[in-house]
């Protein structure tokens, strides 16, 4: 099995700001989800960690297994903001807002990544650790997290674009003789 878990919060979440490839630690309450989802998935025993580069997912990779060192790989960073990165969600541009809106249908800003791009690197990487043996998590982001499960199910269609993923939700999916299952929320 696969199970891809969302960082736990950090200050920025708190204060709704867009936080993207931003450098964050997790804050206390960041770090008690992370200890709550390591007992959520305590009888668990992972194979293979990886985590996005970023403080906040590799920290809570190491909560969630901490006998396993994460393997770091730039794939599973957040999505790139580009010149909206740091702004409070009250004050984003007009584009911006219509992106969030209608992900599906709204081309992403000039100077943010598109999602296309989200998902071909998460597929990537998804392809990489495609039949590794044992159970496998993966710490990343919200949208990076909602580009691996459009990966693994290509007939949503765009739905996991809209779907709010707090910190710590963990998603799962089969990884047996080479297929994917379609990806289905613990928690």
């Known amino acids: 099995m696969i199970y891809i878990?969302?960082?736990?919060?950090?200050?920025?979440?708190?204060?709704?700001?867009?936080?993207?490839?931003?450098?964050?630690?997790?804050n206390k309450e960041g770090v008690r989800e992370a200890q709550q989802a390591a007992e959520a998935l305590q009888g668990i025993r992972f194979s293979h960690v990886f985590s996005s580069?970023?403080?906040?997912?590799?920290?809570?990779?190491?909560?969630?297994?901490?006998?396993?060192?994460?393997?770091?790989?730039?794939?599973?960073?957040e999505m790139e903001y580009g010149p909206w990165e740091g702004l409070g969600l009250d004050r984003l541009a007009p584009e911006v807002l219509s992106f969030f809106r209608d992900f599906v249908?709204?081309?992403?800003?000039?100077?943010?990544?598109?999602?296309?791009?989200?998902?071909?690197?998460?597929?990537?990487?998804?392809?990489?650790?495609?039949g590794l043996p044992g159970d496998i998590l993966i710490s990343t982001h919200a949208v990076a997290m909602k580009g691996l499960l459009e990966y693994?199910?290509?007939?949503?269609?765009?739905?996991?674009?809209?779907?709010?993923?707090?910190n710590c939700a963990v998603y799962a999916a089969k990884n047996e003789n080479g297929t994917f299952g379609v990806p289905f929320e613990l928690t």
């Open 53 to 77: 580069p970023l403080t906040r997912a590799v920290q809570t990779a190491q909560i969630v297994a901490p006998y396993l060192a994460p393997v770091i790989d730039e794939r599973l960073i």
């Open 5 to 26: 878990i969302r960082h736990g919060k950090t200050d920025l979440n708190r204060a709704r700001v867009l936080q993207g490839r931003s450098n964050y630690p997790l």
């Open 152 to 166: 693994l199910t290509p007939e949503s269609r765009g739905s996991y674009w809209p779907k709010p993923i707090g």
């Open 105 to 130: 249908h709204t081309p992403a800003p000039t100077g943010m990544e598109q999602l296309s791009s989200v998902v071909a690197r998460g597929g990537a990487f998804l392809e990489e650790i495609r």
